[in-house]
Structure formats: structure tokens, C-alpha cells
């Protein structure tokens, strides 16, 4: 399998701070990623880098084989086709109906009759186990966790290959947190999915991924499994993953997982 | 990448054998999706044998164009990979569920349009009259305790209300000057009535269109800011914020807008008429050669100088209606972009159509006062 996600020699400055320096990371197809690394590591930013949101300063990106820039504006825009991506708060347009909203990039392709699109957002509802009676809801009727999961329909409604989420979980309470780790799992491995996403909740990090990427001292410090990571000497990682809360998070979630 | 594909080919019992290949992706169908829907189409008979086993990839969007090809069901003849049978597993599970009917429209939808927005009026007068009532109490508890008074969001509201307008009312203010001086002279040279000149523009600018024009300009400019900036501190719950640290929204967020604006309207007021005279003037002395210092000599005997009053009167007032409109609209945000942009639309025309109003009434209680004795 090639690689979904290729970073190399990534540099980031903001004036005259760096964010990332000599920054690798090679995801592989298929894989459930958790980017984590303490406030300011420069995730969310790394997350923005990969869909084209922000240019880094140096250092190339390849997203599924083909680099984010350059090629001309149909090139650019075919490859923003195939990954999706979820907003920390969902980012729906509120002026739209659920409906609407899903429907959205459907429309703006400008090749499916609406009879398609009609069908294929009551799919997408579905997937997300919301109820097609919720598709006339407006945003601002919704709850945190349905504008999440209206948030996911809408970035799987160009079937992407790749899905970069930000924060899947903050704001959710942990009833629905859970259920939404499970969600994204299920989807991500019914429809092949590599998933990317960033977040600070040891619970969706442990409940998702099938792997882990550290960030810290501007670079990726370890890319592995959870278990191999845990056996890292490194202060962060002592930090972040071995302190009295994260372990027992760690433990509930893996007896959840069995 | 291998294209959706499929190949038809007959059979002995008179049936079709129809075999699907490729890949049936949204990226790959998207753009002859139609195409294939007809051939699709042509094919759907009970009695055709599918054999999707060559597809390569399958998502939902191609799932669901040959869902629809099939009738919504699967055929009875179908060959396919197992993981490309849960596509359309879930396919069914979906369309099993039932579908939101729309709601029957009423015979007298018309009538119950016309009461929702005679209730939208009530309920907006309710709480334009609510808003008054409580700054007059804001304004009761400021004469007890003058010490609560918002000074400094006084101050930045008349910098940014007053002072920062001042350049572009005086661009409008100066220009309008210049074309209604151009255009009285046109006519007035026709009767050798030239020196009435300065009785037009000092009348109409002073008493009329120096307060109207400043009012409309500040509507537009104060008054779709407030909204929005009200607005958007409703959305992320700044308002509510306040509110629970006991801060009165209508003494620190209203009041500072209202009083500065009653404030900084007359002076505007003042300076605009300036302008707008000089701009008069200017153009007085190119076109019918009159003196400046005749103009100013004879301004005071043509107008007298209670119109200047009725003028800076009018600021006074309009500037109040306006903020208390803006903060009216403002306070009424939704937490979506909709109703940002309909509620700050809705405060510049209230603003702007108050403001009319007002002036009428002004013009109907002020007859008997300023005109001068001929």
C-alpha cells in the first residue's frame, strides 16, 4: 500500500517562532492515526498544513501520492475531492438545512441529478445514525453531538479516501464521545478510510487508533503502535501518557476494545 | 484506473448477461453518471443476470447508481464480492427507514402569514419599549449611584461614533452642498433672483438635510456596527457572560451607545451643516459670483438662528432612535449567519425609516418656529 499522508522536511515559522522543524511522517493507507503532542506542539496547525489550509515554510507535502500545491486549479481541486475533513466545531454552513448541508458539495460537483443527491444524503444521514426526519433541522437546532456527526456525513459525502478529523470528540460528554469514537471506527474500516485525527482525550486516542504520532520538540518524536510508544523514555511521553489519570483511561479503554 | 464499465452480452434463454467492472467510485462516475444511469437502465429486466464480481472499487455513490438502476432492491441474479454486498446492505438498511412527508400547506397559509407578522410587529414593539424602560431605569440608578456611570465605553463609542465618522460626513456633506448651490443657481440666475441663493442653502442644509444626511450616513455606519457587534457577542455567549457577573447588558452594553450617539449626532450635526455651507459657498461663488463675505453676512438675516437649534435638536434625537434601534436589532441575533445579516439589515431600514419619520413629526411641530419674517 502507498502512503496516504507523506510529510518530509516540513519547517514551520510563525514570525520569528517555529512551530515544526524537520518534520517526517509517513502514514500508510488504511491506518487510524491519533496526532498528539501538548498545547501549541503545533497539531491543529500540521492538520491545516496537510489539507491546504496553510503553506508550511519549507518541506513538502504529498497527500494520496500527489503533492497539495501546484498542477493548475483542476488538479488542486480534484485532490480536495478526495480527502474530507471535520472541523473541531463541525464548521456547518448555518444558513443550510442538515440537508442542505450534506447535499452541499454533492451539488457543487454539478453532475448528479437531485433525485441522486436526495438519496445519497439519506445514506450519509444514515451512516451516521441520524434519522432522515433530522435532515430539515437547521444547525442551529442541533446538538453538540448531532452537529458532529451532520459535520461527518458532510465530509464523507464525496466519498473521500482519507478523512483528517480535528478534535472529533471535544465538547462531547463521554456517552457520546464513546459512541462517536465507535462510529468513526466502523466507518473508517467499512469504507477503507485512513483516518487522521488530532486530539487530547487519551479515551478516543486509545478507543480509534491503530496508531500514534507524537509531536514534540517541533518534530515527530515517536510514530508506532499506543504500546510501543508507552515504552518510550521521554519526558513527554511520561507526561502525557503514564500519569495516574492517563493510565487508568488507557486501561478502560483497552478493556472496552477486547 | 480502470473506468465503470459494463458489457452486455445475450444469452441462449433469451435473457441478458450484463458483467460490471471497474471502478464505481463518485470520482469515477461523476462526470458520465447520467450515461451510465440510462445504459443501466436499458438493462433492468427481471430476468438479467448481474455479475459485478470485476468491480474494483465500490462507494455508495456507485452503489447507489446502480441501486436506482435496479429498482431499489437487488436483482435476482446478482454475482458480487461480499464487502461490495455490505455497500448496498447498507443501501437498503436506509431506504427502509421512513421518510419525512412534507407538511400539507394550509388554504389560509396567507392568513396565518399575515398574523405571524402582525405577532412578529407586537412582539418587537413589546421589546423595542422594553429596551427604552430599562435604560430610563439605567438611567434612575445612574442619578443614585453616578459613580456606576460607563465612562470609558462612553468615550470609545464617541470616538468611534463621532470622531471616526467625521471625515466621510464631511466628504458627503461638502459634495451635497456643492450640487444643490450648482443646481439652485441654474435656476435662480433664470429669474435674476440670485441672492436667494443663500436663503435655500441655509435653510434646506441647516434646518433639513444637514440632520438627515448625518443620520442616514451614521445609521449606516454606527448602527450596522452595533448590530453586529451585539450580535456576534450574543453568538459567543459574551452576553450571557456579563449577565452572570451580575453586569447590567443595558447599562454597560446600550447605554454607552445611546448617550454617546446623542452625543456625538448634534456635534456631527454642526460640523456637517459647516461642510456642506462652505460647500455651498464654493460653488455659489464660482457659478453666480457671490462673495464669500456676502454670504456670510447675509446667512444670519436669511436663517434665523432657532433653525440651527431645531437641526442640532433633530441630531440629538435621531441619534438616540438610532443606537436604541441598533441595539434593538442586535440583541435579537440568532447564534447563525443568517440572522446576523437579516438583523442587521433589518437595523440600517428601521434606522433609516425611523429617522424619516421623525423628521416629519419635527417638521409638523417646528411650522411655526424659525422661518424667517418677511
Known amino acids: ?258 | 484506473m480502470a473506468e465503470a464499465t459494463l458489457i452486455v452480452a445475450s444469452q441462449a434463454d433469451g435473457g441478458a448477461r450484463v458483467a460490471i467492472s471497474g471502478r464505481w467510485t463518485l470520482a469515477a462516475i461523476a462526470d458520465d453518471a447520467a450515461a451510465l444511469a440510462e445504459r443501466l437502465a436499458a438493462q433492468a429486466r427481471p430476468e438479467t443476470a448481474w455479475d459485478g464480481l470485476g468491480i474494483e472499487a465500490l462507494d455508495s455513490a456507485g452503489a447507489m447508481l446502480l441501486w436506482r438502476a435496479w429498482g431499489r432492491r437487488l436483482p435476482a441474479l446478482l454475482l458480487l464480492r461480499p464487502d461490495h454486498l455490505q455497500v448496498f446492505e447498507r443501501i437498503a438498511k436506509a431506504d427502509r427507514l421512513p421518510q419525512p412527508g412534507s407538511a400539507p400547506t394550509s388554504p389560509f397559509a396567507w392568513l396565518m402569514a399575515t398574523g405571524a407578522l402582525a405577532l412578529t410587529v407586537r412582539r418587537q414593539t413589546a421589546d423595542f419599549v422594553v429596551l427604552i424602560g430599562s435604560i430610563a431605569l439605567d438611567l434612575l440608578r445612574l442619578l443614585r449611584a453616578p459613580g456606576e456611570l460607563p465612562r470609558r465605553e462612553i468615550s470609545a463609542n464617541l470616538y468611534k461614533g463621532g470622531v471616526r465618522a467625521m471625515p466621510v460626513t464631511a466628504l458627503v456633506g461638502f459634495l451635497i452642498g456643492v450640487v444643490l448651490s450648482y443646481l439652485s443657481a441654474l435656476q435662480l440666475r433664470q429669474f435674476g433672483a440670485d441672492i436667494f441663493i443663500v436663503n435655500i442653502l441655509g435653510m434646506g442644509i441647516v434646518r433639513e438635510l444637514g440632520p438627515v444626511l448625518v443620520a442616514v450616513l451614521v445609521a449606516g455606519r454606527s448602527g450596522s456596527a452595533m448590530t453586529a457587534q451585539l450580535g456576534v457577542m450574543r453568538v459567543t455567549e459574551e452576553i450571557d457572560a456579563l449577565a452572570t457577573m451580575g453586569v447590567s447588558r443595558s447599562l454597560r452594553l446600550v447605554l454607552p451607545k445611546v448617550v454617546a450617539l446623542a452625543i456625538a449626532m448634534p456635534l456631527l450635526v454642526l460640523w456637517t451643516t459647516a461642510i456642506a455651507l462652505v460647500g455651498g459657498m464654493v460653488a455659489a461663488n464660482i457659478q453666480l459670483d457671490i462673495g464669500f463675505g456676502f454670504f456670510l453676512h447675509t446667512l444670519p438675516r436669511a436663517v434665523p438662528v432657532a433653525n440651527l437649534y431645531i437641526g442640532l435638536a433633530k441630531g440629538f434625537v435621531f441619534g438616540i432612535f438610532i443606537a436604541l434601534v441598533a441595539c434593538h436589532f442586535g440583541l435579537r441575533v440568532r447564534p447563525n449567519t443568517e440572522s446576523l445579516s437579516a438583523n442587521t439589515t433589518a437595523s440600517v431600514v428601521t434606522a433609516i425609516t425611523v429617522v424619516i419619520l421623525l423628521d416629519a413629526v419635527f417638521a409638523i411641530f417646528t411650522r411655526e418656529i424659525g422661518l424667517p419674517r418677511l
Open chain 1, 1 to 258: 500500500m502507498s502512503a496516504a499522508v507523506s510529510i518530509r522536511g516540513l519547517a514551520t515559522r510563525f514570525d520569528e517562532h517555529w512551530v515544526h522543524r524537520d518534520l517526517d511522517l509517513e502514514i500508510e493507507a488504511g491506518e487510524l492515526v491519533s496526532l498528539v503532542g501538548g498545547s501549541g506542539s503545533g497539531k491543529t496547525t500540521l492538520l491545516r498544513q496537510m489539507v491546504g489550509l496553510l503553506l508550511p515554510t519549507r518541506g513538502e507535502i504529498r497527500v494520496l501520492g500527489e503533492p497539495l500545491f501546484g498542477g493548475g486549479p483542476e488538479r488542486e481541486r480534484a485532490l480536495r475531492r478526495r480527502f474530507g475533513v471535520l472541523f473541531q466545531q463541525g464548521a456547518l454552513f448555518s444558513a443550510f438545512s442538515v440537508f442542505d448541508n450534506i447535499a452541499f458539495p454533492l451539488r457543487e460537483l454539478k453532475r448528479l441529478d437531485e433525485a441522486t443527491i436526495r438519496d445519497l444524503v439519506m445514506l450519509k444521514l444514515d451512516m451516521v445514525e441520524l434519522l432522515p426526519r433530522h435532515a430539515y433541522l437547521m444547525p442551529a437546532e442541533l446538538s453538540g453531538g448531532m452537529i458532529k456527526r451532520v459535520a461527518l456525513a458532510r465530509s464523507l459525502a464525496l466519498e473521500p479516501e482519507l478523512l483528517l478529523l480535528d478534535e472529533p470528540t471535544a465538547g462531547l460528554d463521554p456517552d457520546r464521545s464513546d459512541s462517536f469514537v465507535r462510529l468513526i471506527r466502523t466507518l473508517g474500516r467499512e469504507l477503507g478510510l485512513t483516518v487522521v485525527l488530532v486530539t487530547h482525550d487519551l479515551d478516543t486516542l486509545a478507543g480509534l487508533s491503530t496508531r500514534v504520532a507524537v509531536l514534540a520538540e517541533h518534530r515527530i518524536l515517536a510514530y508506532d503502535t499506543i504500546d510501543a510508544v508507552l515504552r518510550i523514555d521521554h519526558p513527554f511521553i511520561r507526561n502525557f501518557f503514564l500519569s495516574e489519570r492517563s493510565v487508568r483511561a488507557l486501561e478502560s479503554a483497552k478493556r472496552l476494545g477486547d
